[in-house]
């Protein structure tokens, strides 16, 4: 009932935020900004670019949201708008470089059932190289398929495919090195 409500709610919302309501628009911004400075923040390593994107983000979302079709969820349609923004931000900024190699498939073993708690598994992917980073968010927190990360990155599946493998391999030998330091095992 909850959700039912929830929604209802939501479409009402979202009537009245294209009809320029600004009540409406906070609420909407209001229920849905912390989730999406997360988004961001999985992109930008410094917390001022990443919520400058997001209010950038929104700024779209507002301007079109006429046209939202509603299909699927509305959450949904905002994160699409704000991925899109962080890699329009890291763009300009020039910092994402990607390898152009074919992806060569090995087993990553997970040797660790170690726990790490939110910051530090953020951590470790903000000290991945930015390409590696932007492939690895995309493909396994907000679950894009390689096709549309080649697509949205103007780079070939192959390439989105190495990426993301060579930042898995990456983090894993980080998490081993973090491990055999603080634990004395991999």
Not at 18 to 33: G, K
Not at 88 to 113: C, G, M, P, W
Request: one cysteine or more; glycine letters at 4%.
């Amino acid at each position: 009932m909850k959700v039912i409500t929830l929604f209802n709610n939501e479409t009402k919302l979202i009537k009245k935020a294209i009809q320029n309501n600004r009540q409406a628009q906070h609420v909407l911004f209001e229920l849905h900004a912390p989730k999406m400075l997360s988004v961001c923040r999985y992109y930008i390593k410094d917390i001022h670019h990443a919520e400058e994107v997001m209010l950038n983000g929104f700024f779209k979302v507002f301007t079109n949201l006429k046209s939202y079709r509603h299909e699927g969820s509305f959450e949904g349609w905002i994160r699409r708008i704000m991925v899109r923004e962080a890699i329009s931000f890291l763009r300009q900024k020039k910092t994402i470089q990607f390898v152009y190699e074919e992806y060569e498939h090995v087993d990553i073993q997970n040797e660790t059932a170690q726990q790490y708690d939110v910051a530090q598994l953020q951590q470790l992917i903000d000290n991945l190289p930015e390409g590696y980073k932007m492939v690895f968010v995309m493909y396994a927190i907000e679950g894009y398929k390689h096709a549309e990360i080649a697509t949205l990155l103007n780079i070939s599946e192959g390439t989105s495919k190495s990426q993301l493998f060579k930042a898995r391999k990456l983090l894993q030998n980080n998490i081993n090195t973090i491990n055999t330091k603080e634990y004395g095992t991999k």
